[in-house]
């Protein structure tokens, strides 16, 4: 008999740089397509680093309804909620097939910066004899702007639109928190359906970090530098190393209640056994040491009752910046010795919020494959990141866990185990 705390993974739902679709994600994962390219969303000549993980090929009115709500949604939300509607359709959920008051949704975000053309007349307007007159701008920004502006970078909208469309009239929450956003959203969504609150929670994460404005909020420090071949700037726990790449893309998981799932006959493609996260908070005088990933890892196999001899793999936060994976990696290996490791931002970048989603897919997937999705572009192993890193093709014959981890530059950190369903029979 189902335990009402059994939580599983009946849909998944991608928007991303290697594939729109779980099939065409998985397939570029497996095969060790990059999905890095040149940003074509605007005119990026006078970037320094003008490649990232862009998603050739998304148009929003395939999955957006009603069509004039475009109008009030970001690229962010737009990702998100067109992976929301892929993970219903792999669900096999059709509209009203759930009751509305136990259907709910717990989203990760980002803050969502302006679109410049959005402000570009109100500015102009406002810079007057060769100054910037807050006089004008006052009024400009009232004549010019659209009354619902404001709709389109709200971070939680995208939960918002999500549950509209898909009449989710339960719990519904949105995590802003860097990188750790989605998968700190999806463990609460799993917390949600073991409370009882719920019986199915549409959850996951949208970022864009190739939008104009955040790339100069966010500066070009922690970017790779410049190479010919801009699909191997990206190398997670390599010696040469430099930098992380940009990307943008969405995410999101259909989770149940065990019960509620196999009572509609439900494709199960994964279990999540559990979730954990901590802190460590730090300073320019208390620098990252890597206590609170140890300590999230140890909670997370704690709680599921498991030892890293039954680890199949870790899908590590892997950015490619120096130092995070130096921390990173030596906090995996003193947890969990030499399991194998994998890092999915060597394929699209770093999507933000929707990072944790995405990385957790490609893991979810590759269970279900009975396959490790591999890591591109480690070439020289770097001896003060002392990981077993997956690379050079997919790795079979590991058991079917993996735990995803995710850092935030302020110290958060969050981690997600699922199995895969053969696995979790087993116990």
């Given at each position: 008999?189902?335990?009402?705390?059994?939580?599983?993974?009946?849909?998944?739902?991608?928007?991303?740089?290697?594939?729109?679709?779980?099939?065409?994600?998985?397939s570029?994962?497996?095969?060790?397509?990059?999905?890095?390219?040149?940003?074509?969303?605007?005119?990026?000549?006078?970037?320094?680093?003008?490649?990232?993980?862009?998603?050739?090929?998304?148009?929003?009115?395939?999955?957006?309804?009603?069509?004039?709500?475009?109008?009030?949604?970001?690229?962010?939300?737009?990702?998100?909620?067109?992976?929301?509607?892929?993970?219903?359709?792999?669900?096999s959920?059709?509209?009203?097939?759930?009751?509305?008051?136990?259907?709910?949704?717990v989203?990760?975000?980002?803050?969502?910066?302006?679109?410049?053309e959005?402000?570009?007349?109100?500015?102009?307007?406002?810079?007057?004899?060769?100054?910037f007159?807050?006089?004008?701008?006052?009024?400009?920004?009232?004549?010019?702007?659209?009354?619902?502006?404001?709709?389109?970078?709200?971070?939680?909208m995208?939960?918002?639109?999500?549950?509209?469309?898909?009449?989710?009239?339960?719990?519904?929450?949105?995590?802003?928190?860097?990188?750790?956003?989605?998968?700190?959203a999806?463990g609460?969504?799993?917390?949600?359906?073991?409370?009882g609150?719920a019986?199915?929670?549409?959850?996951?994460?949208?970022?864009?970090?190739?939008?104009?404005?955040?790339?100069?909020?966010?500066?070009?420090?922690?970017?790779?530098?410049?190479?010919?071949?801009?699909?191997?700037?990206c190398?997670?726990?390599?010696?040469?190393?430099?930098?992380?790449?940009?990307?943008?893309?969405?995410?999101?998981?259909?989770?149940?209640?065990?019960?509620?799932?196999?009572?509609?006959?439900?494709?199960?493609?994964g279990?999540l056994?559990?979730?954990?996260?901590?802190?460590?908070?730090?300073?320019?005088?208390?620098?990252?040491?890597?206590?609170?990933?140890?300590?999230?890892?140890?909670?997370?196999?704690d709680?599921?009752?498991?030892?890293?001899?039954?680890?199949?793999?870790?899908?590590?936060?892997?950015?490619?910046?120096?130092?995070?994976?130096?921390?990173?990696?030596?906090?995996?290996?003193?947890?969990?010795?030499?399991?194998?490791?994998?890092?999915?931002?060597?394929?699209?970048?770093?999507?933000?919020?929707?990072?944790?989603?995405?990385?957790?897919?490609?893991?979810?997937?590759?269970?279900?494959?009975?396959?490790?999705?591999?890591?591109?572009?480690?070439?020289?192993?770097?001896?003060?990141?002392?990981?077993?890193?997956?690379?050079?093709?997919?790795?079979p014959?590991?058991?079917?866990?993996?735990?995803?981890?995710?850092?935030?530059?302020?110290?958060?950190?969050?981690?997600?185990?699922?199995?895969?369903?053969?696995?979790?029979?087993?116990g």
């Amino acid at each position: 008999m189902a335990s009402p705390r059994d939580i599983v993974i009946t849909g998944v739902g991608v928007v991303s740089p290697i594939g729109i679709g779980s099939d065409a994600f998985w397939s570029s994962l497996a095969a060790g397509t990059s999905g890095i390219r040149p940003i074509s969303l605007f005119d990026s000549s006078g970037l320094r680093t003008p490649y990232g993980g862009q998603i050739p090929d998304f148009d929003p009115k395939v999955y957006v309804r009603p069509r004039k709500s475009l109008k009030v949604m970001s690229r962010d939300i737009q990702l998100g909620f067109a992976a929301a509607d892929l993970a219903m359709a792999d669900a096999s959920l059709a509209g009203g097939s759930v009751e509305p008051d136990r259907f709910g949704v717990v989203f990760g975000a980002d803050m969502i910066y302006a679109d410049i053309e959005d402000l570009e007349l109100t500015y102009r307007r406002a810079f007057h004899g060769g100054q910037f007159d807050f006089g004008i701008w006052s009024e400009a920004i009232q004549e010019e702007t659209h009354p619902l502006w404001l709709l389109k970078h709200l971070p939680n909208m995208t939960a918002s639109h999500i549950a509209i469309a898909h009449d989710a009239r339960g719990p519904n929450n949105s995590i802003v928190l860097g990188d750790v956003s989605s998968l700190l959203a999806i463990g609460e969504a799993a917390s949600i359906i073991r409370r009882g609150w719920a019986d199915v929670m549409l959850t996951g994460g949208t970022g864009c970090r190739l939008h104009p404005t955040a790339l100069v909020a966010r500066g070009e420090a922690l970017l790779s530098r410049p190479v010919d071949d801009y699909r191997r700037a990206c190398r997670p726990f390599d010696l040469d190393r430099d930098g992380m790449l940009d990307g943008e893309g969405g995410a999101v998981f259909v989770l149940e209640s065990r019960e509620h799932a196999e009572r509609r006959g439900a494709r199960i493609r994964g279990h999540l056994l559990a979730a954990a996260s901590r802190c460590e908070p730090r300073s320019p005088q208390r620098p990252r040491t890597g206590s609170s990933l140890r300590l999230a890892i140890r909670a997370t196999l704690d709680s599921a009752r498991m030892t890293p001899d039954r680890l199949g793999h870790v899908n590590a936060h892997g950015s490619g910046t120096p130092e995070t994976d130096r921390i990173e990696a030596a906090a995996i290996a003193a947890e969990l010795g030499t399991v194998p490791v994998t890092a999915p931002k060597s394929f699209f970048g770093h999507l933000g919020a929707g990072g944790g989603a995405m990385e957790l897919a490609a893991s979810v997937l590759g269970l279900e494959a009975g396959l490790v999705p591999p890591t591109l572009n480690y070439d020289t192993p770097d001896p003060l990141c002392p990981v077993n890193v997956v690379h050079g093709g997919p790795l079979p014959d590991r058991p079917g866990t993996a735990l995803a981890v995710n850092l935030c530059s302020m110290g958060q950190v969050a981690a997600v185990l699922v199995a895969a369903p053969e696995y979790a029979a087993l116990g």
